[in-house]
């Protein structure tokens, strides 16, 4: 020990436990060295991970959604600036939640809103910004804007939204897209999608979400404690890597709808309540128009449904959200009977020269009841019979070839099966067969009588029924509907072709299609025919048949809003046909749901279609009409990539002038 | 004579100058350790608030490093013999200073620790520590002839623990328990027998379960957040796990002066004052921050060597005191940073920003200065 200059430690206590001092220092220091060596030397690499990311956040660049445009190029869905509200979790005190609700006025399902996503948002980065409220007005977001230096934490972006420029036009084709639901958001989150996005939910921005989407970009940015932003210089330093990975745009539908067409229809179809009308081409099985009545604004669905709104839209007995064209199977009435005629004629059970007397209703051999034809139609061929709709002489045939062979034929011509289009819920309908009739208990002829006509228990779809309409005129193809034209990058070049597709070949003899061909050419050109004066047309020649299918007495129930018009227990309207008579093009099928009468009801609906058809789309050569694109958008970027895709439309307009082309 | 320890002459060499005498009686290695260390803490500091608003603590922490080196020549000068005699009324003042605090006294952050004297504000609760070790080396010199008798000493012991009870009930926790703590360091090296500070520090330990219950809510909330600090990391959690995420991440070598993202980027609030250390440690990485360990270990021995080597028992007391306050201020504040103590206000010397802090050790390293310089008892 050191002895001190005036001899001997001065406290002697002190030299004796200095050792345990020492040794209590050296545990002390000692304990702290090693903790620093763990947390710095052996979980250096973790924590220095963790303080990058304290500080390096990163945020999804929007990536611009492919557009929805009809055959020539008009958009359909579309994408136009929006102020969107963005806030951090740390940020939103209740002070500030009121000052944001008294500064904009922000209703009470709008903070609900808020309050539900700052909940889920809370739960993960409170130092992201998260989506408060989407497609603001411009009011409110200047108001915001000037209170920024107040609150850096709460912004408005302009980011790209969905828009439908043409409204409710062709909604249940286009669909709409809403906000995901938490299930969603977790599965969809390792797919780059973020929280608080809008995601397909119907119709085609449903069915082609993977390509309308594209792949968001993202950025890297760097942020004090505050999640402030920090300056260009310390980001740098402190970001490896790429700052910014580009988005890159979704891909564009270009449909085979012709939006002029499709306007056309949905005017035809505006005095009626509910109805559905599918027109396609007959060559190709090309859908150009695809009706479903009542629809929706998808604008309104995207994002600023209320809940009023919505319950009202839940509560309309004609099911609004329910494709009435491609989901719902009806039965079809007379327009079913080419199945029956198809059936007696290949059978040799029928010819077209036999006479059958009508005297309005018919007699089954073994069945008591007596059914009624529509009137007392006296002796008819066959191509009378089709003609005036005569339900005596079908049920005559219908009872030598028995209902299997009904329902054989029936399934060649895509009854009972989807039409292959996967879109909106498409239905198979339902072709029953004896077998089917006696698992449910037991076989009667009247239901063969029943199916003979397209009553009881067959139903299927108004997209169905086109299909087989447009295989009657085209010589026995049925097509797949083909909806989607081709997919589109954003310059316009052009990622996926669609040839139509085919889903059966019908080897019905051509004179069995013919004589169907004549006879349904009077139903509508000559007198006696129970289309004619509705739909007879001096614009177009029409060939069609109509349908009256009766429903299961039906009452509405008590409860259920009132619609003008529209009762549960009345008649479906149904019109089916084609167009020109001689050489048809298109072939279209018309149903007003419980609409009274097909000829008087949906023929003239079916006419105003096809007369519009004839006058104002079928010689106009698609490319050159469209105009101008309505770009709708304002960000540059935007701007550029609608700019590049009118340059690449009208390059490939322009070179090839049709052969209809006048000069 | 061992060792190269101090300079071994003044009175034997007549003929010299009284100053060279005094340069070559003042403690150099203590003077220069705490330079040394003093110099990194502003350099942290410069490093903690350049840039920010808070950037003027820089300038006025280097005021308050130029009073305190005034104290420390001061406290060195003066004799510490004179300042033990008037110790009483030193300790006399420090109770009145915290009682004024603990009545009225300014609220910071929850807690009355401030006295607000003009514009200045002052802890008096790290003044009083001074004022506890003077007393306590005072004590020693009383009992040094005579057998303490116990009847004596037992009201002086008392009137120790008022201090102590003042500082706890503003609440400064931390203050309170450094206190303790060094008290029961000075007496584990000065007491004969130790067995009476035993059966303290039995009560004492009865005494917890008590003490809990009077604590604050936020104090609680501390402690609770210290034993899991990542069950409530924006809360009271927040500060240490920041303040583990900064050290952790400076590794071996750090990340360079002036370029903590923890530190620049505000992740830990108010690092100036209670996480300067954390501030060090992400910058300088493992190896500066053990040199920093080592500068205060060094210190710390140095003071210990002063006490061995002092002229009479309460000169030793007062090394002694002043070396057990700066490693408990060491451990505690380095410690809490770690993420292995509880975040109690619990300055590092000389690095924490803070004027009461570093005057504090300015004028207790001037006592060690004193004991040092007249060690050879002239």
């Given at each position: ?107 009470d399902e709008e903070l609900e809103k808020i309050d539900g996503r700052l909940a889920v948002a809370k739960k993960r980065k409170v130092r992201d910004p998260v989506l408060l409220l989407e497609d603001i007005s411009r009011e409110r977001a200047a108001l915001v804007d000037q209170e920024r230096y107040r609150w850096p934490d709460v912004e408005v972006r302009s980011e790209p939204y969905r828009h439908y420029p043409q409204g409710d036009l062709a909604a249940h084709l286009v669909g709409y897209m809403t906000q995901m639901t938490a299930e969603e ?44 932003r920090l300056d260009e210089a310390t980001a740098a330093g402190l970001i490896q890597g790429d700052r910014v990975t580009e988005p890159v745009a979704g891909y564009s539908l270009v449909l085979t709808l012709d939006a002029d067409l499709q306007r056309i229809a949905e005017r035809a179809v505006a005095p009626h309540p509910a109805a559905a009308v599918a027109v396609v081409e007959v060559a190709t099985g090309k859908v150009l128009a695809l009706v479903s009545k009542p629809s929706f604004d998808p604008n309104v669905m995207t994002g600023h449904l ?358 | ?378």
């Amino acid at each position: 020990m050191h002895e001190g200059g005036s001899g001997g430690v001065a406290l002697p206590t002190l030299g004796r436990r200095l050792r345990w001092v020492l040794l209590a220092m050296l545990i002390c220091f000692g304990g702290l060295v090693v903790r620093l060596w763990q947390l710095q030397v052996m979980r250096g690499d973790r924590y220095r991970e963790r303080t990058v990311s304290n500080v390096v956040h990163e945020r999804f660049l929007p990536s611009i959604r492919g557009r929805i445009l009809d055959r020539d190029g008009v958009p359909l869905a579309d994408n136009r600036p929006a102020f969107n509200l963005y806030a951090t979790p740390k940020a939103m005190t209740p002070a500030l939640r009121g000052t944001l609700k008294r500064l904009i006025g922000l209703s009470d399902e709008e903070l609900e809103k808020i309050d539900g996503r700052l909940a889920v948002a809370k739960k993960r980065k409170v130092r992201d910004p998260v989506l408060l409220l989407e497609d603001i007005s411009r009011e409110r977001a200047a108001l915001v804007d000037q209170e920024r230096y107040r609150w850096p934490d709460v912004e408005v972006r302009s980011e790209p939204y969905r828009h439908y420029p043409q409204g409710d036009l062709a909604a249940h084709l286009v669909g709409y897209m809403t906000q995901m639901t938490a299930e969603e958001a977790s599965q969809l989150g390792t797919q780059g999608y973020s929280s608080d996005e809008l995601i397909g939910r119907y119709g085609l921005e449903s069915m082609w979400e993977n390509y309308l989407r594209g792949k968001k970009g993202k950025e890297r940015y760097a942020v004090d404690a505050r999640g402030r932003r920090l300056d260009e210089a310390t980001a740098a330093g402190l970001i490896q890597g790429d700052r910014v990975t580009e988005p890159v745009a979704g891909y564009s539908l270009v449909l085979t709808l012709d939006a002029d067409l499709q306007r056309i229809a949905e005017r035809a179809v505006a005095p009626h309540p509910a109805a559905a009308v599918a027109v396609v081409e007959v060559a190709t099985g090309k859908v150009l128009a695809l009706v479903s009545k009542p629809s929706f604004d998808p604008n309104v669905m995207t994002g600023h449904l209320t809940k009023a709104e919505a319950k009202f839209l839940d509560d309309d007995p004609r099911k609004p959200f329910i494709d009435k064209a491609l989901r719902v199977p009806y039965p079809p009435g007379s327009t079913f009977k080419f199945i029956t005629t198809i059936a007696a004629l290949e059978d040799g059970q029928g010819r077209e020269d036999e006479p059958i007397v009508c005297k309005g209703s018919y007699q089954v051999a073994g069945d008591r009841n007596l059914f009624d034809c529509t009137s007392s139609h006296g002796r008819l061929d066959l191509v009378g019979a089709i003609q005036h709709s005569c339900n005596v002489y079908f049920w005559s045939l219908a009872e030598r070839v028995g209902l299997d062979r009904l329902a054989q034929v029936a399934n060649e011509y895509g009854f009972g099966s989807r039409t292959g289009l996967g879109l909106n819920g498409d239905a198979p309908g339902r072709i029953p067969t004896v077998a089917w009739y006696e698992k449910r208990g037991r076989f009667v002829v009247g239901y063969t009588i029943n199916g003979a006509t397209g009553q009881g228990d067959v139903e299927l779809t108004v997209m169905q029924l086109a299909m087989a309409y447009a295989a009657l005129a085209n010589g026995g193809t049925l097509f797949v509907p083909q909806v989607v034209d081709r997919v589109a990058r954003a310059d316009g070049a052009t990622v996926i072709q669609y040839q139509p597709q085919v889903k059966n070949r019908i080897d019905t003899p051509p004179e069995i299609l013919d004589l169907w061909k004549r006879g349904t050419y009077k139903v509508v050109n000559e007198p006696g025919g129970t289309a004619y004066g509705y739909v007879t047309s001096d614009v177009i020649t029409i060939a069609g048949k109509t349908g009256t299918a009766q429903v299961a007495a039906k009452k509405a129930k008590k409860d259920q809003r009132q619609i003008r018009g529209w009762s549960p227990s009345a008649d479906h309207a149904w019109f089916a046909g084609v167009a020109p008579a001689d050489t048809p093009e298109v072939a279209i099928v018309v149903l007003i749901e419980h609409g009274g009468p097909g000829g008087k009801v949906a023929g003239p609906v079916a006419k105003a279609i096809l007369e519009g058809w004839a006058t104002r789309v079928r010689n106009r050569q698609h490319g050159t009409a469209s105009g101008p694109l309505v770009g709708g958008a304002i960000l540059g970027r935007l701007r550029q990539i609608v700019a590049t895709w009118q340059l690449s439309q009208r390059a490939a307009a322009t070179p090839a002038p049709g052969p209809e082309d006048e000069p | 004579m061992r060792g190269g320890v101090g300079i071994s002459l003044p009175r034997a060499q007549i003929g010299m100058t009284r100053w060279r005498r005094f340069r070559a009686a003042v403690d150099w290695p203590l003077v220069a350790t705490i330079v040394v260390i003093a110099a990194l803490g502003l350099l942290n500091l410069y490093s903690a608030v350049n840039g920010t608003r808070h950037a003027g603590k820089f300038d006025q922490q280097l005021r308050w490093m130029f009073v305190g080196a005034i104290a420390f020549a001061a406290f060195t000068a003066i004799d510490y013999r004179s300042l033990l005699r008037v110790a009483w009324i030193g300790f006399g003042l420090a109770l009145v200073a915290l009682i004024i605090v603990d009545v009225a006294g300014s609220n910071a952050k929850g807690s009355e620790r401030w006295i607000s004297i003009g514009t200045l504000g002052g802890q008096p609760s790290e003044l009083a520590k001074l004022a506890v070790i003077l007393v306590l080396a005072r004590l020693v010199s009383d009992g040094a002839g005579a057998k303490p008798s116990w009847a004596t000493l037992a009201p002086k012991l008392l009137l120790l623990c008022v201090p102590v009870v003042l500082i706890a009930v503003q609440p400064d926790l931390g203050t309170a328990t450094l206190l303790t703590l060094i008290m029961l360091s000075v007496g584990f090296l000065a007491l004969r027998d130790l067995w009476p500070m035993v059966y303290t520090l039995f009560g004492m330990f009865l005494a917890v379960p008590i003490l809990w219950e009077s604590m604050h809510r936020y104090q609680k909330d501390r402690v609770l957040a210290f034993l899991d600090p990542s069950a409530d990391s924006t809360g009271s959690g927040w500060h240490t796990l920041q303040s583990i995420f900064a050290v952790g991440s400076g590794k071996l070598l750090g990340k360079g002066f002036m370029s903590g993202t923890q530190n620049q980027f505000d992740f830990l609030p108010e690092h100036w004052t209670d996480f300067p250390f954390s501030v060090w440690a992400e910058e300088w990485g493992f190896v500066g921050a053990v040199v920093m360990l080592a500068l205060f270990a060094f210190l710390i021995v140095w003071l210990l060597n002063i006490a061995l080597r002092a002229r009479d028992a309460a000169g030793a007391v007062l090394c002694v005191g002043v070396a057990a306050m700066t490693f408990w201020h060491v451990i505690v504040n380095v410690a809490m940073v770690l993420g292995m103590a509880p975040v109690v206000g619990v300055t590092l010397p000389f690095i924490s920003y803070g004027g009461s802090s570093l005057l504090t050790f300015f004028i207790g390293m001037g006592l060690c200065g004193s004991v040092s310089l007249r060690r050879h008892g002239y």
